[in-house]
């Protein structure tokens, strides 16, 4: 007589689980939309390089939701383990980019980086602070306007390195979205666990400012 386990999950469980499924799948799609918009088999018209590009990007937001749900399983399962390295936070802020650049011209954003400190050397986590960049930079083209700038600017408070990023907020008859706030959650987490600081603030002018400071 064949005997059956019955697994049960709880909530998270679950979620993690789903969302560890879904990652594969969702990376192979990534793969392939990135061959058919590089013109890898065939010239597309306008609108249909338009039309994966837009495919393409919701796929990268995706694989970020995804990233978080597995993020914050993984931390709330144990604690965070950091490898920390000296690494250059210029290095740091061009891979995040390159990671979700493809968001932004959805929208037809730009970022631009203020470098206002000559000390860019830090020992953190790479792995780690490029989750929070790309997360801080997510949540920015998530709410910012079609056309605009987002700002990234990096500078010395005492000891301090600090990265602001900076964008405005796009207004109309849709209230404001804070959506699950789990990507900031992240972002938290991970920043103090390097013994830093994280805020975010939203100013009546209608701009919208995340940031974390690093030891």
């Not at 709880?10 to 990652?23: G, I, R, S």
């Not at 918009?37 to 590009?53: Q, R």
């Not at 965070?80 to 968001?103: A, M």
């Not at 209230?175 to 938290?188: D, Q």
Request: aromatic share 8%; net charge positive; proline share 1%.
């Amino acid at each position: 007589m064949l005997h059956q386990n019955k697994i049960t999950l709880n909530d998270t469980e679950f979620l993690a689980m789903l969302a560890h499924d879904m990652k594969t799948p969702v990376k192979a799609q990534v793969t392939a939309l990135k061959l058919l918009y590089s013109g890898a088999f065939g010239i597309l018209s306008k609108e249909a390089s338009n039309t994966i590009l837009n495919i393409l990007a919701s796929n990268k937001y995706l694989q970020l939701l995804l990233d978080n749900i597995l993020g914050d399983y993984r931390i709330n399962k144990s604690k965070i383990v950091l490898n920390k390295t000296k690494n250059d936070i210029r290095k740091t802020i061009e891979e995040s980019i390159k990671n979700i650049g493809i968001l932004f011209e959805t929208k037809e954003q730009k970022v631009e980086v203020n470098y206002l400190t000559e000390d860019f050397i830090k020992l953190y986590d790479e792995i780690e602070i490029q989750r929070v960049i790309i997360n801080l930079l997510s949540n920015a083209f998530e709410y910012s306007k079609e056309n605009s700038t987002i700002n990234i600017s990096v500078k010395t408070k005492g000891i301090n390195l600090s990265v602001e990023v900076k964008s405005k907020i796009k207004f109309d008859k849709t209230p404001y979205k804070t959506g699950t706030g789990l990507g900031l959650k992240i972002c938290e987490k991970i920043i103090f666990a390097h013994n830093g600081s994280f805020c975010k603030e939203k100013s009546e002018e209608g701009d919208f400012l995340t940031a974390f400071e690093l030891p």
